[in-house]
């Protein structure tokens, strides 16, 4: 089962977001989405950041596979999204596919508190024939407290639950549990589905229509339709900003045949979990290499906690690491470019554009078993202004490491939750 992907940088430009997207404001959404993964790790609950306690008699009324893959930005973010068909008739929403997150939700009408701007129509469930909300007396009510972080609550008025997804970062969505049947493609029969009906939905989700949750817990999509397909699922990010051709779309695929890879064949690395966050993705990064020399550093360094994760753009190391990364770096490629102002986080910049850079180390991370991520110029800097172009890693405020999208472009990525691996493979777009 597989969708076409694309970067939000690639949405026609019907759909494209009325103000400008730069870059500076994905540095401070991306370093949101860290603050709130380090805030998880830390085994800090999530909490909405309303700044008001949302009753929820307030929501109670009653007028309350393969896929393509694309770039966020014209949406308001640095990820990626997919469209995904929901309801009986179906209709198509833009989703952000993001792996850290477990419940999927979308805006819904009456939007009874706040609905962001969205590209798509905002979901109506009363037009859906298969639409239901779940009592708070089901088990999957009692399972949001592991998957959001947050306890669910219940409506006076309906007895629905409601669920709080919050991200720690000022962004959340409340809303009713809800099931309605999802359409990945329309040659392929729907499923029932279980997400989250969004009415009080704010922070920072850009123009997306919601979020499509690819964690490893099963009130996720990915958990819900493994029964159906296989427990495992890959995707391609395509390339977005300093593009070799933005218009190029990826894929989510769900389900066992994804494993296949083609024209190169995927090498695994174990799959580690984490008490405090087991629904995330952790691997072990052992090396770290600049033009085949691996980074001066004690083996030590690299053992802190290792997420890969679609939904952060710049890869963020420890500071030894990166360091001595930096550093490298910079000898080789200040032999032929200029060194510019840092931006931001990012402070490993050069005069010049990343096309017109022909003499760019290769930098590699290795992985345990021997996967890696062999990252070329597109993968490793990025035009944050014409004429400025800086190495896309950055050194990390806490103990951990976050492998982001931009190094994952153009790469299959396998997620066999089933042998508990995860696989990489080159040209994985084409």
């Given at each position: 089962m597989?969708?076409?992907l694309?970067?939000?940088?690639?949405l026609d430009?019907?759909?494209?977001s009325?103000?400008?997207?730069?870059?500076?404001?994905?540095?401070?959404?991306?370093?949101?989405?860290?603050?709130?993964?380090h805030?998880?790790?830390?085994?800090?609950?999530?909490?909405?950041?309303?700044g008001t306690?949302?009753?929820?008699?307030?929501?109670?009324?009653?007028n309350?596979v393969?896929?393509?893959?694309?770039?966020?930005?014209?949406?308001g973010?640095?990820?990626y999204y997919?469209?995904?068909?929901?309801?009986?008739?179906?209709?198509?929403?833009?989703m952000?596919?993001?792996t850290?997150?477990?419940?999927?939700?979308l805006q819904?009408?009456?939007?009874?508190?706040?609905?962001h701007?969205?590209?798509?129509?905002?979901?109506?469930?009363?037009?859906?024939?298969?639409y239901?909300?779940?009592?708070?007396?089901?088990?999957?009510?009692?399972?949001?407290?592991a998957s959001?972080?947050?306890?669910?609550?219940?409506?006076n008025?309906?007895?629905?639950c409601?669920y709080k997804?919050?991200?720690g970062?000022?962004?959340?969505?409340i809303?009713?549990?809800?099931?309605d049947?999802?359409t990945?493609?329309?040659?392929?029969?729907?499923?029932?589905?279980l997400?989250g009906c969004?009415?009080?939905?704010?922070g920072?989700?850009?123009?997306?229509a919601g979020i499509?949750?690819?964690a490893?817990?099963?009130?996720?999509?990915f958990?819900q339709?493994?029964?159906?397909y296989?427990?495992?699922f890959s995707y391609?990010l395509?390339?977005s900003?300093?593009?070799?051709n933005?218009?190029?779309?990826g894929f989510?695929?769900?389900g066992?045949?994804?494993?296949?890879?083609?024209?190169?064949?995927?090498?695994?690395t174990?799959?580690?979990k984490?008490p405090?966050?087991p629904s995330?993705?952790?691997?072990?990064?052992?090396?770290i290499?600049?033009?085949?020399?691996?980074l001066?550093?004690?083996a030590s360094?690299?053992?802190?906690?290792?997420?890969?994760?679609?939904?952060?753009?710049?890869?963020?190391?420890?500071?030894?690491?990166?360091?001595?990364l930096k550093?490298?770096f910079?000898?080789?490629?200040?032999k032929k470019?200029?060194?510019?102002?840092?931006?931001?986080?990012?402070?490993?910049?050069?005069?010049?554009?990343?096309?017109?850079?022909?003499?760019?180390?290769?930098?590699e991370?290795?992985?345990?078993?021997?996967?890696?991520?062999?990252?070329?110029?597109?993968?490793?800097?990025?035009?944050i202004?014409?004429?400025?172009t800086?190495?896309?890693?950055?050194?990390?405020s806490?103990?951990?490491?976050?492998?982001?999208?931009?190094q994952?472009?153009?790469?299959?990525?396998?997620?066999?939750v089933a042998?508990?691996?995860i696989?990489?493979?080159?040209?994985?777009?084409?």
């Amino acid at each position: 089962m597989q969708l076409n992907l694309y970067h939000v940088k690639g949405l026609d430009s019907s759909l494209t977001s009325t103000s400008p997207f730069s870059f500076s404001d994905t540095i401070t959404k991306d370093e949101e989405r860290v603050k709130s993964l380090h805030s998880r790790l830390a085994n800090k609950e999530g909490v909405s950041n309303s700044g008001t306690t949302v009753s929820s008699d307030k929501l109670g009324g009653p007028n309350l596979v393969n896929t393509p893959l694309k770039s966020g930005l014209s949406i308001g973010s640095g990820n990626y999204y997919v469209k995904i068909g929901l309801g009986t008739p179906v209709k198509y929403f833009s989703m952000i596919v993001d792996t850290g997150s477990s419940l999927s939700w979308l805006q819904c009408k009456p939007c009874v508190i706040y609905c962001h701007a969205q590209v798509d129509p905002i979901f109506a469930p009363s037009s859906s024939k298969t639409y239901k909300t779940l009592p708070c007396s089901s088990p999957q009510c009692s399972s949001l407290r592991a998957s959001t972080l947050n306890a669910p609550s219940c409506s006076n008025a309906t007895g629905a639950c409601v669920y709080k997804a919050s991200y720690g970062d000022t962004s959340f969505s409340i809303g009713f549990l809800s099931q309605d049947v999802l359409t990945l493609t329309p040659s392929v029969a729907p499923s029932s589905f279980l997400y989250g009906c969004g009415q009080d939905n704010q922070g920072l989700f850009g123009r997306a229509a919601g979020i499509l949750g690819l964690a490893n817990d099963k009130l996720s999509m990915f958990a819900q339709l493994s029964n159906k397909y296989g427990n495992a699922f890959s995707y391609c990010l395509p390339t977005s900003f300093s593009a070799i051709n933005s218009s190029l779309s990826g894929f989510l695929s769900i389900g066992g045949s994804s494993l296949t890879s083609s024209p190169s064949p995927y090498k695994f690395t174990p799959l580690l979990k984490n008490p405090k966050i087991p629904s995330l993705y952790f691997v072990g990064l052992t090396t770290i290499t600049v033009a085949g020399k691996p980074l001066g550093v004690a083996a030590s360094s690299y053992n802190v906690p290792t997420i890969i994760d679609s939904g952060t753009v710049i890869t963020r190391l420890p500071e030894p690491v990166y360091n001595a990364l930096k550093k490298s770096f910079v000898v080789i490629m200040s032999k032929k470019y200029a060194q510019a102002p840092g931006f931001s986080i990012l402070d490993t910049c050069f005069k010049g554009s990343v096309k017109g850079m022909s003499t760019v180390p290769e930098i590699e991370m290795v992985f345990r078993g021997g996967a890696g991520l062999a990252l070329k110029a597109h993968n490793t800097l990025i035009e944050i202004e014409k004429g400025v172009t800086c190495l896309a890693i950055a050194a990390s405020s806490s103990s951990i490491s976050i492998i982001g999208n931009y190094q994952q472009q153009t790469f299959k990525v396998a997620y066999d939750v089933a042998n508990s691996r995860i696989g990489f493979a080159a040209g994985g777009c084409q």
